[in-house]
């Protein structure tokens, strides 16, 4: 069985950062694209960033776009998300999810994702 679980949310100032991570087990990441969402109160899930199997190409939101990076360590079968700049408006319930091998696509939307994590909770103070 594949579970994901986020750690390293929390609360920071704007224009502070934080680094997601998002440690999987019972499969590895190696051949899995990854990719991370985040769900506002009242808000739908919305895409943050996205990698492929091999971590090589990249996706970003506009919102986002210059101030987070997705990588992973397939080492340590952990995915990742660097928010630099951060902003109220990045206050939200952060996801990893996971997908198992889909060739070279980047996935951007949430149904592709076959697992996903419990969340954590990132609040950006103005």
């Known amino acids: 069985q594949v579970q994901l679980v986020e750690s390293g949310g929390g609360l920071v100032q704007t224009g502070g950062s934080l680094r997601l991570s998002c440690a999987v087990s019972?499969?590895?990441?190696?051949?899995?694209?990854m990719g991370w969402f985040r769900q506002a109160p009242g808000k739908e899930r919305e895409f943050v960033a996205a990698?492929?199997?091999?971590?090589?190409?990249?996706s970003y939101a506009d919102s986002v776009k210059g101030r987070f990076t997705i990588s992973r360590d397939n080492a340590k079968n952990t995915a990742y998300l660097q928010m630099n700049s951060l902003k109220p408006e990045d206050t939200a319930v952060y996801y990893c999810?996971?997908?198992?091998?889909?060739?070279?696509?980047?996935?951007?939307?949430?149904?592709?994702?076959?697992?996903w994590g419990q969340g954590t909770q990132v609040t950006v103070s103005s």
């Open positions: 999810a996971a997908r198992g091998y889909i060739g070279w696509a980047i996935l951007t939307t949430p149904g592709p994702y076959d697992y």
């Open positions: 019972g499969r590895t990441i190696s051949s899995y694209a």
């Open positions: 990698n492929n199997w091999s971590g090589g190409s990249t």
